[in-house]
C-alpha cells in the first residue's frame, strides 16, 4: 500500500498568512492526488484534484503543486472560514489512501 | 445535484455484522462510470477507504478489511450497501459513502456507527 504523510500536522495562522502543507507519497504517484477539506461534524469536500486542478467553485486561494512523491497544498491568503483540517489522498494504486492530516487553526 | 445519504443501525454489539446503505439521488447510480466507495473516519482520527463497487458490481476492497468486507449495488433502487462481519470496538467510527474514480467529488453526510455491547 502507498502511505501518505503530511506536514505539519497541525498548524496555527494569522488571517492573510500563506499557509503551506506538504505531503509525501511512499511511492510514485505521478500526479494522482487530491486535497480535501473536512470541517468538524462534516464530510471532507474536495478542493484539489489531480495535484493542480481547482474543482469547481473553490476559491482561487487554494492551489496545489507537484508530482511524483512530493506535493503542496497552499493557501495564498488564509481566510478565517478555511479553519479546518486537511488531508491529501492518493489514487495511482488501490488502496486508495489519505495522509493523516493537517489540523489548521487560527492564530 | 447528486446527494448521497447513508442510512442504518447506529449501534452494533460486537462479534456482529455492521450493514449499510446509501442511496444516491439527483442522478442515476448506474450514469457516468462512476464508482461508489466507503470511507470511514474514528473519532478524531484521519480517512480510511474501504472499498468501491461500479454499476455493474465489480469491487476493490481495501486489503485490511478485505475478509470481513462486502460492498452490493441495487441500481434499481439508486443504492449501494455496505457489510462489515464480526465487528469489534475498533470498527466505531463515522462511516461515509462517496461518488468518484479517484477522486471523490461527492459525499454523504456521515452516519455515526458505534460497535458496544
Known amino acids: 500500500d502507498i502511505q501518505m504523510t503530511q506536514s505539519p500536522s497541525s498548524l496555527s495562522a494569522s488571517v492573510g498568512d500563506r499557509v503551506t502543507i506538504t505531503c509525501q507519497a511512499s511511492?510514485?504517484?505521478?500526479?494522482?492526488l487530491n486535497w480535501y477539506q473536512q470541517k468538524p461534524g462534516k464530510a471532507p469536500k474536495l478542493l484539489i484534484y489531480?495535484?493542480?486542478d481547482l474543482e469547481t467553485g473553490v476559491p482561487s486561494r487554494f492551489s496545489g503543486s507537484g508530482s511524483g512523491t512530493d506535493f503542496t497544498f497552499t493557501i495564498s491568503s488564509l481566510q478565517p472560514e478555511d479553519i479546518a483540517t486537511y488531508y491529501c489522498?492518493?489514487?495511482?494504486?488501490?488502496?486508495?489512501?489519505f495522509g493523516q492530516g493537517t489540523k489548521l487553526e487560527i492564530k | 445535484q447528486v446527494q448521497l445519504q447513508e442510512s442504518g443501525p447506529g449501534l452494533v454489539k460486537p462479534s456482529q455484522t455492521l450493514s449499510l446503505t446509501c442511496t444516491v439521488s439527483?442522478?442515476?447510480?448506474?450514469?457516468?462510470?462512476?464508482?461508489w466507495s466507503w470511507i470511514r473516519q474514528p473519532a478524531g482520527k484521519g480517512l480510511e477507504w474501504i472499498g468501491r463497487?461500479?454499476?455493474?458490481?465489480?469491487?476493490n476492497y481495501n486489503p485490511s478489511l478485505k475478509s470481513r468486507v462486502t460492498i452490493s449495488v441495487d441500481t434499481s433502487k439508486n443504492q449501494f450497501s455496505l457489510k462489515l462481519t464480526s465487528v469489534t470496538a475498533a470498527d466505531t467510527a463515522v462511516y461515509y459513502c462517496?461518488?468518484?474514480?479517484?477522486?471523490?467529488?461527492?459525499w454523504g453526510q456521515g452516519i455515526l456507527v458505534t460497535v458496544s455491547s
Open positions: 489522498q492518493q489514487y495511482d494504486h488501490l488502496p486508495y489512501s
Open positions: 462517496a461518488r468518484g474514480v479517484g477522486l471523490l467529488d461527492y
Open positions: 489531480d495535484a493542480s
Open positions: 463497487i461500479n454499476p455493474s458490481g465489480s469491487t
Open positions: 511511492q510514485d504517484i505521478s500526479n494522482f
Open positions: 439527483g442522478g442515476s447510480i448506474s450514469s457516468g462510470g462512476y464508482y
